[in-house]
């Protein structure tokens, strides 16, 4: 079966960008035909790795060249140069449908894909069932469209007019279908939560912890507001110098990163500053650290709580629903619940919840403290841990994708 893979941004450097290269090595490993369009800078450097993923032949939308702006990011903060949707003009928003329509256009005639896979329940999508009303299409939902669809209210019918349509959603939780249903008002049985998948090859724990006083702290993810970043940095403040080293990964564009970026230069040092990290790199992070923290707003099922679990951390993060969904029947006390403050929007809180928000932090990062430097170092992960983890691997997760796939194919 040829497969037509599309994501109307860089596939990599985020989650829908894991995502997808881990969906497409997988569908390879099944005899599938992958063929890609993306949406890249004009001076992407990795197309060899394109090439290498899309194993037969991919195709991209270059902006910044065919495009006049940065690639438009599915959320408002990007890890590298971006455009909001929300700011676009009536007639940017022409020029980037025709755009993207006219590579699409190119892709189906010249590859003459089974099947169409979609990335976000956004504009790439329904344009892309708006005009290949015949070819079966899958979308995988990852939560950023749902905030986009939050955010950009003037956008909405354009959505509607092709989403509702589509053949078969990809949900990551029960939550998230619920929210799908509600938004878009598509039939439940269209929409299936098939869950996300880490890579447990790379993402796993190697050898024991080693004993010391100072505690490793990870943070991985975009430098912005809606991650809970500079609420993350102030809780920090409130902890011993000597108990721990904090571990910022990641990188953004714009104000929000300066903001994070000043508050950095108050620890003295004790914050390590790493950028952006690829996978094998992150994944190496990770087994040095004894605590990783997602304090985010607003997230769909984040993929990066799963590999820091493999690599044997413990976890602090906000109750999102995704996330209680799968965390909430823990006993063992690795993973660490805060709960989410009012939001005055979809991934912002009320300015009065600021100080109580920094105090559950502060008090959830004592609480594991306490454990990582009273407990013996950790050799082996918990027997609930390694359970959890067994049912969110790659080669699980794409079997479900697959059965979808099969499906369509005979209809």
């Not at 971006?82 to 590579?103: G, I, N, V």
């Not at 007019?161 to 049985?189: M, N, P, T």
């Not at 914050?271 to 094998?280: A, F, M, P, T």
């Not at 502060?362 to 170092?377: M, W, Y």
Request: glycine share 6%.
């Amino acid at each position: 079966m040829k497969i037509l893979h599309i994501l109307s941004q860089i596939p990599e450097a985020t989650g829908s960008g894991i995502y997808l290269q881990s969906a497409l090595q997988h569908a390879a490993n099944r005899g599938f035909q992958n063929y890609l369009l993306a949406g890249i800078p004009a001076d992407f450097p990795n197309h060899k790795t394109l090439q290498k993923l899309a194993c037969c032949d991919y195709n991209a939308v270059y902006f910044e060249q065919e495009l006049p702006f940065p690639v438009v990011g599915m959320s408002d903060v990007m890890p590298y140069p971006s455009t909001r949707f929300c700011d676009l003009s009536h007639s940017e928003l022409s020029l980037y449908a025709d755009c993207f329509e006219q590579k699409l256009v190119e892709a189906v005639e010249s590859w003459q894909p089974d099947l169409i896979h979609s990335h976000h329940l956004w504009l790439l999508t329904s344009l892309t069932r708006q005009k290949f009303p015949g070819i079966p299409l899958v979308t995988s939902c990852h939560g950023s469209d749902l905030r986009q669809f939050h955010n950009c209210p003037h956008l909405q019918p354009t959505v509607l007019a092709g989403c509702r349509e589509i053949d078969a959603i990809c949900a990551l939780s029960q939550v998230q279908k619920g929210e799908i249903q509600q938004l878009y008002g598509i039939e439940a049985h269209k929409i299936h939560v098939i869950g996300a998948g880490y890579n447990h090859e790379r993402f796993y724990f190697s050898e024991q912890k080693t004993e010391h006083k100072t505690v490793n702290i990870l943070y991985a993810g975009k430098l912005s507001r809606a991650k809970g970043v500079p609420w993350l940095l102030h809780a920090l403040k409130n902890l011993p110098a000597d108990q721990f080293i904090f571990h910022l990964v990641g990188d953004s564009d714009g104000i929000e990163k300066l903001e994070i970026l000043k508050i950095v230069e108050e620890f003295d040092g004790r914050i390590q500053v790493h950028g952006n990290l690829d996978q094998e790199h992150l994944a190496h992070l990770m087994r040095q650290a004894d605590l990783f923290i997602l304090p985010s707003f607003y997230e769909g099922l984040p993929l990066v709580l799963l590999e820091a679990l493999g690599c044997g951390c413990r976890i602090i993060t906000t109750a999102l629903p995704g996330v209680v969904e799968i965390f909430s029947g823990l006993s063992s006390g690795w993973v660490e619940l805060v709960e989410l403050p009012k939001m005055t929007t979809i991934d912002m809180p009320l300015s009065s919840e600021n100080e109580k928000f920094i105090g559950d932090l502060t008090s959830a990062l004592q609480v594991q403290l306490d454990h990582i430097q009273k407990q013996p170092p950790v050799n082996a992960l918990p027997a609930e841990i390694l359970s959890l983890l067994g049912k969110y691997t790659w080669e699980g997760i794409f079997l479900k994708i697959e059965q979808l796939y099969n499906r369509l194919s005979v209809k």
